[in-house]
């Protein structure tokens, strides 16, 4: 059994292979692209490789696929070559969030993938700044997962000024082949999801500053009276204070004040309190 979705490119290539780009590549691999992850050298392309099959063993027992780990695995390849791009559909750069290594990385890859789309999975970086280091910004955009990648079910869809609309509606079949919903939005800065997650955030950390309640209590005004799964305040306690100030800042420069990162939230990094990955947030976390 093929098992491949028609709507999934047929060749995809991955570009990073660490927590999102092995998230990214297992999604098209269940999907039946064929995908080869590109990473920095051999040894960390190996352990990318291995990450991405014991995940697919995971699915695999989960009962979340009909196919079976051998043909999920001859799907797979890995290496440290952009060249073994040449062949791809798509190509989705997921290395870290550094604007010069993302322009030499994408630029790279459409060197390499001259009959690619290329995607970045940047969660902030503009579309636009980065489609003018390329030769074919019309095919490129933006494909913004969510972490953890297999459990989430939203993609932003980020379209870019460049970017033909051909392109635009194949990203949408793309997403809807891994099973997960495209949310298609403009080049703004935090595009849909950051630039709403954190007003929500920063607003009931000033609720919390002024006194109106507690954490619990903000928490499950929103948890039970509007059905967030998880309120603004151990939201940001999961993501952590330090990503959640720095997303904040960049929206204040970029957006005005109404971003501007609240004295407590400043106070509670700069004290180390950054949330679950220290134990201490809005919440005490233990292991
Ligand atoms: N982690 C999240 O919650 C999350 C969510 C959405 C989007 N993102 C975005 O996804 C991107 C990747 O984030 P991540 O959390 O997976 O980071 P990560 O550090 O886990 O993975 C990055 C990978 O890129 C590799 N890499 C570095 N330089 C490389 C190069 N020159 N060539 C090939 N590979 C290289 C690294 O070895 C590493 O495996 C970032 O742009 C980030 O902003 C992250």
Same mark, same amino acid.
Do not use: C
């Given at each position: 059994?093929?098992?491949?979705?028609?709507?999934?490119?047929?060749?995809?290539?991955?570009?990073?292979?660490?927590?999102?780009?092995?998230?990214?590549?297992?999604?098209?691999?269940?999907?039946?692209?064929?995908?080869?992850?590109?990473?920095?050298?051999?040894?960390?392309?190996?352990?990318?490789?291995?990450?991405?099959?014991?995940?697919?063993?995971?699915?695999?027992?989960?009962?979340?696929?009909?196919?079976?780990?051998?043909?999920?695995?001859?799907?797979?390849?890995?290496?440290?070559?952009?060249?073994?791009?040449?062949?791809?559909? %798509?190509?989705?750069? !997921? @290395?870290?969030?550094?604007? &010069?290594?993302?322009?030499? =990385?994408? +630029?790279?890859?459409? *060197?390499? $993938?001259?009959?690619?789309?290329?995607?970045?999975?940047?969660?902030?970086?503009?579309?636009?700044?980065?489609?003018?280091?390329?030769?074919?910004?019309?095919?490129?955009?933006?494909?913004?997962?969510?972490?953890?990648?297999?459990?989430?079910?939203?993609?932003?869809?980020?379209?870019?000024?460049?970017?033909?609309?051909?392109?635009?509606?194949?990203?949408?079949?793309?997403?809807?082949? %891994?099973?997960?919903? !495209? @949310?298609?939005?403009?080049? &703004?800065?935090?595009?849909? =999801?950051? +630039?709403?997650?954190? *007003?929500? $955030?920063?607003?009931?950390?000033?609720?919390?500053?002024?006194?109106?309640?507690?954490?619990?209590?903000?928490?499950?005004?929103?948890?039970?009276?509007?059905?967030?799964?998880?309120?603004?305040?151990?939201?940001?306690?999961?993501?952590?204070?330090?990503?959640?100030?720095?997303?904040?800042?960049?929206?204040?420069?970029?957006?005005?004040?109404?971003?501007?990162?609240?004295?407590?939230?400043?106070?509670?990094? !700069?004290?180390?309190?950054?949330?679950?990955?220290?134990?201490?947030?809005?919440?005490?976390?233990?292991?």
């Amino acid at each position: 059994m093929s098992g491949r979705n028609l709507l999934a490119p047929e060749r995809v290539g991955v570009l990073g292979g660490g927590r999102m780009g092995a998230g990214i590549a297992h999604a098209f691999l269940l999907a039946g692209s064929q995908v080869v992850v590109v990473e920095r050298d051999e040894p960390t392309a190996a352990a990318a490789g291995e990450r991405i099959r014991e995940s697919l063993r995971r699915s695999v027992e989960r009962g979340s696929t009909d196919q079976t780990f051998d043909e999920l695995e001859a799907l797979l390849s890995t290496g440290a070559d952009t060249a073994l791009f040449a062949d791809r559909d %798509l190509v989705v750069e !997921a @290395v870290p969030e550094d604007r &010069a290594l993302k322009v030499d =990385s994408l +630029r790279r890859i459409e *060197a390499a $993938a001259p009959g690619a789309a290329v995607a970045s999975n940047t969660s902030s970086i503009s579309i636009d700044d980065l489609a003018a280091s390329l030769d074919r910004p019309q095919r490129f955009l933006g494909l913004h997962f969510f972490n953890p990648v297999p459990a989430s079910s939203l993609v932003e869809v980020v379209v870019g000024a460049a970017t033909e609309q051909e392109l635009v509606d194949d990203a949408r079949g793309w997403v809807e082949a %891994l099973g997960k919903t !495209a @949310v298609v939005v403009a080049d &703004a800065p935090g595009f849909a =999801s950051s +630039r709403l997650g954190v *007003a929500i $955030a920063l607003e009931a950390i000033r609720m919390l500053e002024e006194g109106v309640a507690t954490a619990a209590d903000i928490d499950a005004a929103m948890e039970l009276g509007y059905r967030h799964p998880t309120g603004p305040l151990r939201t940001t306690d999961i993501v952590g204070l330090d990503v959640r100030l720095g997303i904040a800042e960049e929206l204040h420069a970029k957006l005005g004040d109404r971003f501007a990162p609240p004295q407590l939230l400043r106070d509670m990094v !700069a004290d180390g309190h950054l949330g679950r990955k220290t134990g201490r947030g809005f919440y005490e976390w233990s292991e």
